[in-house]
Nanobody, 125 residues
């Protein structure tokens, strides 16, 4: 069982930056692919980014390429989502998810076994 806890969300102005963290407890994240997803009110949960074991491979949704990046620090058992140049349309609850066997390019929510509780990101002036 992997327990995931997201943090780092908040209110930011358009053009601003936030860094989200996904920390694991009870088990190491080093053997898991970790993804970030987001869900805006009234919309389906959508894929944002994923990172492979060891961090050698990452995959980003087209809507966030050039603005977001994903990284991991296995020594800290944490995966990060750095979000720059935020836009109002980035407003959503952001979730991290983990799975041992999913491909990093998989965008389906059903492919991931473990989920955090989410952290709210609001981009507004």
């Amino acid at each position: 069982q992997v327990q995931l806890v997201e943090s780092g969300g908040g209110l930011v102005q358009p053009g601003g930056s936030l860094r989200l963290s996904c920390a694991a407890s009870a088990r190491t994240l080093s053997n898991y692919v970790v993804g970030w997803f987001r869900q805006a009110p009234g919309k389906e949960r959508e894929f944002v980014a994923a990172i492979s074991w060891g961090g050698s491979s990452i995959y980003l949704a087209h809507s966030v390429k050039g603005r977001f990046t994903i990284s991991r620090d296995d020594a800290k058992n944490t995966v990060y989502l750095q979000m720059n140049n935020l836009k109002p349309e980035d407003t959503a609850v952001y979730y991290c998810a983990a799975d041992r066997f999913v491909a990093v390019t998989t965008t389906a929510t059903t492919a991931y076994d473990y989920w955090g509780q989410g952290t709210q990101v609001t981009v507004s002036s």
